[in-house]
Antibody, heavy 119, light 110 residues
Framework: QVQLQESGPRLVKPSQTLSLTCTVS??????????WTWIRQHPGKGLEWIGY???????YYNPSLKSRVTISVDTSKNQFSLKLTSVTVADTAVYYC???????????WGQGTLVTVSS | QSGLTQPPSVSGSPGQSVTISCTGT?????????VSWYQQPPGTAPKLMIY???DRPSGVPDRFSGSKSGNTASLTISGLQAEDEAYYYC??????????FGGGTRLTVL
């Protein structure tokens, strides 16, 4: 059974870079066939797709965040990561990493981690 | 890309059926059979309930069904149970190879 776990700082200052890592267990990122995804949820609000990466490094991003987002993969550690630059309080959210089995079918999710942007 | 449109809330009594709509555009729901539905009880991560419009992952009860007509997809839950009370989100693949979510619908079991 694939499991995903987010890790990283829970508090980020405005204008700085939010960095999170997702560690995948129970399956290999480099085996292919899946897209490794970041999704966020503002407090009390709906889900927002941030983007995904294939093991080869191909990425697709939400157009509204594209200028600030980078998703990368480290197959040797079976991890993928999210960087979001120039954060503001509006980036405070629960960030989920997840596995997409194709065409936005997100079948495995991490538990989510709340990241707060505050000075 | 704009989000998909869902009703903010729906409700039903145990045993009844409810349907949640999800309206998009010809660039997402209307042009791809790649609509998914997720269930999210408060404080938990979302769970995939329906994918590719009407397919159910293993373990999801057949009380949950999905359909699509034009730019609108629908999730129907029959034989409502108290445990179905949660938020439900739709999502769709888009022609830009991205994903868009609906705003979410709160299901209340009366």
């Amino acid at each position: 059974q694939v499991q995903l776990q987010e890790s990283g700082p829970r508090l980020v200052k405005p204008s700085q870079t939010l960095s999170l890592t997702c560690t995948v267990s129970g399956g290999s990122i480099s085996s292919g066939g899946y897209y490794w995804t970041w999704i966020r949820q503002h407090p009390g609000k709906g889900l927002e797709w941030i983007g995904y990466i294939y093991y080869s490094g191909s990425t697709y991003y939400n157009p509204s965040l594209k200028s600030r987002v980078t998703i990368s993969v480290d197959t040797s550690k079976n991890q993928f990561s999210l960087k979001l630059t120039s954060v503001t309080v509006a980036d405070t959210a629960v960030y989920y990493c997840a596995r997409d089995s194709g065409y936005m079918t997100t079948d495995h999710w991490g538990q989510g981690t709340l990241v707060t942007v505050s000075s | 890309q704009s989000g998909l449109t869902q009703p903010p809330s729906v409700s039903g009594s145990p045993g009844q059926s409810v349907t949640i709509s999800c309206t998009g555009t010809s660039s997402d729901v209307g042009s791809h059979n790649r609509v998914s539905w997720y269930q999210q009880p408060p404080g938990t991560a979302p769970k995939l309930m329906i994918y590719e419009v009407s397919d159910r992952p293993s373990g999801v009860p057949d009380r949950f069904s999905g359909s699509k007509s034009g730019n609108t997809a629908s999730l129907t839950i029959s034989g409502l149970q108290a445990e179905d009370e949660a938020y439900y989100y739709c999502s769709s693949y888009t022609s830009s190879r991205t994903c868009v979510f609906g705003g979410g619908t709160r299901l209340t079991v009366l």
